[in-house]
């Protein structure tokens, strides 16, 4: 089992800056990718960002490209998300995931992949 815990959630406004941090914990040799998902209420949960474990790939969805960076640091089994030039569409709660399947697909966000998910954190941007 792997277990995930989302940090760095809150309030900003229209063009500030968040970072969200999720650490991993137990079984986390098992770990091929790491992710960030968004969700609203009654919404579909959306793909945000992916990194694999060794840090050496990085995807991103288009809505956040150029904005958004997932990052990895080792010696603390944390996946970080920096988002900046934040924007009220960007309120959503943020889920952390962890996959143990390398394809393709999983990297580009398919959350079937993603049997680990930690509790989620709250980010709001008002206008």
């Known amino acids: 089992q792997v277990q995930l815990v989302e940090s760095g959630g809150g309030l900003a406004q229209d063009g500030d800056s968040l970072r969200l941090s999720c650490a991993a914990s137990?079984?986390?040799?098992?770990?091929?990718?790491m992710g960030w998902f968004r969700q609203a209420p009654g919404k579909e949960r959306e793909f945000v960002a992916a990194v694999t474990w060794s840090g050496s790939s990085t995807y991103y969805a288009d809505s956040v490209k150029g904005r958004f960076t997932i990052s990895r640091e080792n010696a603390k089994n944390t996946v970080y998300l920096q988002m900046n030039s934040l924007k009220p569409a960007d309120t959503d709660r943020y889920y952390c995931a962890a996959s143990n399947d390398p394809r393709y697909q999983c990297l580009r966000g398919d959350p079937k992949c993603y049997p680990y998910w930690g509790q989620g954190t709250q980010v709001s941007v008002s206008s």
């Open positions: 137990g079984r986390t040799f098992s770990i091929y990718a």
